[in-house]
C-alpha cells in the first residue's frame, strides 16, 4: 500500500482551521478524505472519505463555517 499523501491545504477565512485534503494513490488502491484542523485545540474532524477515488477541496465558505469539496 502506497504512504497517504497531502494534496493540498488552505487556511480557513477567519485563520482559526487548516483544510486538508489527504490521498492514497497506487497501482490497486486510490481513495482520499478531507479534514478541517482547528487550530486553536488541536482537533480533527473529518469531512468527507471515499474509498474508491480521490476527492478534490474546492475552499471554504466565506465565512469560515464550511468547506466545499467534490
Same mark, same amino acid.
Given at each position: 500500500? %502506497? %504512504?497517504?499523501?497531502?494534496? =493540498?491545504?488552505?487556511? +480557513?477565512?477567519?485563520? =482559526?482551521? $487548516?483544510? =486538508? ?10 481513495? *482520499? ?5 482547528? $487550530? ?11 474509498? +474508491? ?5 474546492? *475552499? ?9 469539496? %467534490?
Amino acid at each position: 500500500m %502506497e %504512504e497517504p499523501q497531502i494534496g =493540498a491545504f488552505t487556511f +480557513s477565512p477567519d485563520d =482559526a482551521s $487548516l483544510l =486538508a485534503f489527504v490521498s492514497v494513490v497506487g497501482p490497486d488502491n486510490e481513495h *482520499g478524505a478531507v479534514y478541517v484542523l482547528d $487550530l486553536k485545540t488541536g482537533a480533527f474532524k473529518t469531512v468527507a472519505t471515499n474509498p +474508491s477515488w480521490v476527492l478534490h477541496m474546492k *475552499g471554504w465558505s466565506e465565512d469560515s463555517s464550511g468547506v466545499y469539496y %467534490e
